[in-house]
């Protein structure tokens, strides 16, 4: 940009034009504006002064007269001004005054808003002797049209996203070709600018010159100031694709004389940016900006605007703004749109995400814990819905069983014979009543007699397990696990009523 502020200034890129109705003569006379200037003039504006803005459709204009030795027949007043959406500057004639005070107001329904470099305006006199003399006044600026500017909506993300995200803001191409896109999220960390350029003509072993002067550009107004030039409070970041992305400062210096010119600097940056090229493709760029960098804590809006640098047919970099401008004003804050940050969301939130992760899966392993309890759990069916037979033969082999089942030796053979019922055909009779087979339902029978005992006397397990028909304490154990999921000495503690 430093190049273009100085082509500003130094006319490389000024075509006067003069609207229908402005005498030729005007046009003569503006060349010799600046070598007249070198001396002092017997006129001055005294207002508007350098820097001042506009913001009414009326601007007055006023020369007051340095004690000039000779009459002033006349003065003749021209701007020079920006058209809407042009680079090109042009100069119109707004009138004359012939006798004090030398005053003209013009009127500004017609003229756009000026900003970045504003408008220059020159008064010409007219002395009595016939020689003329002429001054200027640069860096008005005018912003009494209505400005529309866009509003995006940029949503919380963690850090490490390298893709666009979520909406993305589209940007006009230089060739038919080429797309443009961007996406920015934010996070407590930084706010981080994606773009990505589909660009089949792109190459990657383009010269170092040319790659250097390819990106993207990042421009920021934290405290919306809303100025019609980039002030200190103005973020503007460039991002190329060769080399370290560095930080553009701008500063304005008004000048006695009336003159306005921009002194540019630039800071290196050590962002961790991250730019991928794909041959014949195109190239796409995350760059994150810390938030430190921007001030003690983000605002919940921010004034921006995005500007993608590539290539033209004609192999020459154009810069394309997300913002619709000349190429001046895209670096006015005036125009820049606006970044809403949105709220982070319960499922943004690490820490809350982990304690609801941590209690919805402790509540699942209770609720699993309970269905396999429940589905585990041994219990005899109901009596009720068995034939009468098998409820006759499954009431003598109970009484056989509750009689000595706490018998180490019992078998399914002593009690087939206690009960005069084939040993093949005991089993599914047992298994048909209480859904356990005969080996199963022999250890809940001794278990439901161990729980009494826990419960109701101070004997050891292991006197108890022995009491209770078990070989040992250990398997003793593992039933009780198995049909109550809980040791001997939990269900003793929490159950023992002596």
Same mark, same amino acid.
């Given at each position: ?92 004639? @707004?009138? &004359? #005054? ?12 017609? %003229? /756009? !808003?000026?900003?970045? =470099? ?117 973020? @503007?970041? &460039? #991002? ?12 304005? %210096? /008004? !000048?006695?004389?009336? =003159? ?239």
């Amino acid at each position: 940009m430093a190049p273009i502020v100085s082509a500003i200034f130094a006319g490389e890129f000024i075509v006067m034009k003069c609207r229908r109705g402005v005498l030729f003569f005007l046009m003569m006379q503006f060349a010799g504006f600046l070598s007249t200037l070198s001396a002092q003039p017997c006129i001055d504006f005294l207002t508007p002064v350098t820097g001042s803005t506009i913001v009414m459709p009326l601007c007055t204009l006023l020369i007051e007269e340095n004690k000039c030795p000779r009459n002033i027949r006349k003065i003749e007043f021209q701007a020079r001004y920006f058209p809407a959406g042009s680079d090109t500057a042009i100069v119109i004639s @707004i009138g &004359s #005054v012939s006798r004090q005070p030398y005053s003209i107001v013009w009127d500004l329904s017609g %003229i /756009p !808003n000026q900003l970045f =470099t504003g408008a220059s305006l020159f008064a010409e006199a007219t002395l009595s002797n016939g020689e003329m003399e002429a001054v200027r006044r640069e860096g008005v600026f005018f912003l009494h049209q209505k400005v529309e500017r866009p509003v995006f909506d940029i949503p919380y993300e963690f850090s490490g996203v390298n893709k666009l995200t979520g909406e993305t803001i589209h940007l006009p191409a230089p060739r038919s070709d080429v797309s443009i896109d961007a996406s920015i999220y934010w996070n407590e960390k930084e706010l981080v600018f994606i773009l990505n350029v589909v660009d089949p003509q792109f190459r990657t072993g383009l010269p170092r010159e040319k790659l250097a002067s390819i990106g993207m550009e990042i421009l920021l107004d934290p405290v919306r100031s809303r100025r019609p030039f980039p002030g200190k409070d103005v973020f @503007i970041y &460039s #991002v190329p694709l060769n080399g370290k992305p560095y930080r553009i400062m701008y500063k304005p %210096i /008004p !000048n006695d004389s009336g =003159t306005f010119t921009f002194e540019t600097s630039t800071l290196a940056c050590e962002f961790s940016v991250d730019i991928r090229k794909n041959d014949r493709q195109g190239f796409t760029i995350s760059c994150p900006i810390p938030i430190t960098t921007l001030g003690p804590e983000l605002p919940e809006t921010i004034g921006c605007n995005l500007v993608a640098k590539t290539l033209s047919d004609q192999n020459e970099v154009k810069r394309t703004s997300w913002i619709k401008a000349s190429l001046y004003e895209t670096y006015s804050p005036y125009l820049w749109g606006e970044l809403r940050l949105q709220p982070r969301t319960v499922f943004m939130n690490r820490p809350l995400v982990g304690v609801f992760t941590f209690g919805f899966g402790f509540f699942i392993t209770l609720l699993l814990s309970a269905l396999i309890m429940l589905l585990n759990k041994p219990a005899v069916k109901n009596v009720a819905a068995q034939s009468d037979a098998d409820r006759q033969q499954f009431a003598a082999i109970k009484e056989v069983l509750d009689s000595s089942v706490i018998a180490r030796n019992v078998t399914i053979e002593s009690v087939s014979k206690a009960v005069n019922v084939p040993s093949k055909k005991l089993s599914p009779l047992i298994r048909r009543a209480t859904g356990m087979d005969f080996h199963t339902y022999v250890m809940y029978a001794r278990i439901e007699i161990a729980k009494e005992r826990l419960r109701s006397s101070h004997c050891t397990e292991e006197s108890i397990a022995q009491t209770c028909g078990f070989h040992s304490v250990n398997e003793m154990e593992k039933f009780f696990i198995k049909f109550y999921h809980l040791t001997p000495a939990k269900f003793r503690s929490e159950q023992q009523v002596v």
